[in-house]
């Protein structure tokens, strides 16, 4: 007799994401406004800064993620960064659908670093750029690279690149 157990746990529902209560949450409503503008409401948005900002597993951020509460401004300043890469509101809801976690990525130590590195090492500008981050937006917080001897963070190893 055939094992059915996985349809069981199929059809759960995910649990409840808990989020921040108090001045918190205004921050929270604030950051889910930014995301509005990309299209993404209510759950949805929730979702997305849960997986980024450690309210939820990811597996991209393993166990080293801790609960943060995003800033809108940090938000913000990731999203235009993204934006002046050559990708509209469009792509940039792709890329978010994609890889959410980009958003607690850090601009300045991750993002801008591995847009420079695609840039002078493979010669990956304007385009060309915009169709990698559509095509594969991880690659904007790769920050590892074990060179083919494996440390155990493939999800943030520039190997998979």
Known sequence: MPCNNWRLHALEKTKP??????EEKATWEECKKSLSALEF?????????????????????GEERTKQVPRNESVNEILNY??????SNEDLHKVLKKFPEVLGC??????????GLLQSE??????????????????????????????AKCTRCWVRF
């Open 41 to 61: 409401e209510g759950e949805e948005a929730d979702v997305i800064l849960s997986k980024a900002y450690g309210w939820v597993h990811s597996p991209y951020w």
């Open 106 to 115: 850090d601009l300045e130590e991750e993002l801008k670093v591995n847009v």
């Open 122 to 151: 493979w010669g990956i500008k304007g385009k060309q750029l915009r169709s990698l981050l559509l095509r594969n937006p991880k690659v904007l917080g790769y920050n590892v690279d074990c060179k083919g001897d494996c440390i």
């Open 17 to 22: 994401i808990h989020l921040p209560e108090g």
């Open 82 to 87: 993204i934006r002046n890469l050559g990708l």
